[in-house]
């Protein structure tokens, strides 16, 4: 994947690659197919129980399960394990917060006011 300083990047690994061609070579590496084969591992390990298909019928669904596996949606990749819930018991009932954490995309930019600069 191409990232905003031009360069490739494989997510997976966390590596940096000049241009196409050494990322090309990587995808066939070693490093990351080991890392493919991890993330197989914790998935199905993840993952509840399903029913086993046999070998043949399982290689004619997925010729190349290691290249499948690499392309998996940005939401899936982006997943949360740990999900953590936060009590307040002194806080009163009905409060509003003060502040709220925000996502990137939540975020507006407003347009320019000179009216109200910090110049």
Known sequence: MRNHLGSYECKLCLTQHNNEGNYLAHTQGKRHQTNLARRAAR????????????????????KDPLK??????????????????????????????????????????????KDVSFS
């Open 43 to 62: 998935k199905a390990k993840d993952s509840p129980a399903q029913p086993q298909l046999s070998l043949t019928s399982a290689k004619l669904l997925l």
């Open 68 to 113: 499948l596996e690499a392309w998996i949606s940005g939401d899936e990749a982006m997943r949360s394990r740990d999900k953590t819930k936060i009590e307040y018991p002194e806080i009163e009932d009905k409060t509003k917060p003060r502040h709220r954490f925000m996502s990137s995309f939540e975020q507006k930019i407003q347009a320019f006011n």
